[in-house]
């Protein structure tokens, strides 16, 4: 089964607005990522947080991370269009490979 | 930058046909992944090596081999390909700190059609 379940499936929002993705997972982890697709394309690493981080930022990007309810969230504030793709969390299981979750489709509209 | 290369962007293949996926990094990383990517399914792990000449099986393994003679190459190799195998195909290479969970760097994918 996935480790790592993204929601919500689909999210359309305005151009300036802020969009905020979550991921639930199964199992503990040493870390989760965060990774964007534009379609068609190859999947482009975001964002790396750690079992004992509890947020990071990285440019309009913020994530956070709550082992105890073993879930995680991607904020992507003043939101462009250019913004739109799919994203995806990533999860290193027990088997320390890398697991994706199905993905949020984020379209941004000018 | 780190880059992957992946030998064609589209590829169409009969029934039977014996495929070959080409995946070359030129960032010296010892591990690389193959996955197929599926509406609805999202990534799924074919194949993954961490050394020249090593391989392991992923969660999806069945119908596929894969080579790595060379630490920049890594090949997905479809025996007899079968409609069921029309998919993307995504190679994806890493370093190996903190086992092979750490940052993967992509490839823009191979669009597979099988008639």
């Known amino acids: 089964s996935q480790q790592g379940e993204e929601d919500p499936q689909a999210l359309s929002i305005q151009e300036g607005e802020n969009a905020t993705m979550n991921c639930s997972y199964k199992t503990s982890i040493n870390n989760l990522q965060w990774y964007r697709q534009n379609s068609g394309r190859g999947l482009v690493h975001l964002i790396l947080i750690r079992s004992n981080e509890r947020e990071k930022h990285s440019g309009r990007l913020r994530v956070t991370l709550d082992t105890s309810k073993k879930s995680s969230s991607l904020l992507i504030t003043a939101s462009r269009a250019a913004d739109t793709a799919s994203y995806f969390c990533a999860t290193d299981a027990s088997t320390d490979k890398l697991i994706f979750g199905t993905g949020t489709r984020l379209q941004v509209f000018p | ?115």
């Not at chain 2, 509406?39 to 391989?55: A, C, E, H, N, T």
């Not at chain 2, 069945?62 to 195909?89: C, D, H």
Request: glycine share 8%.
């Open chain 2, 1 to 115: 930058d780190v880059k992957v290369t992946q030998s064609s962007r589209y590829l169409v293949k009969r029934t039977g046909e014996k495929v070959f996926l080409e995946c070359v990094q030129d960032m010296d990383h010892e591990n690389m992944f193959w996955y197929r990517q599926d509406p609805g399914l999202g990534l799924r792990l074919i194949y993954f090596s961490y050394d020249v000449k090593m391989k392991e099986k992923g969660d999806i393994p069945e119908g596929y081999s894969v080579s790595r003679e060379k630490k920049e190459r890594f090949s997905l190799i479809l025996e007899s390909a079968s409609t069921n195998q029309t998919s993307m195909y995504l190679c994806a290479s890493s370093l190996p700190r903190g086992g092979l969970g750490e940052t993967q760097y992509f490839g823009p994918g191979t669009r597979l059609l099988v008639l």
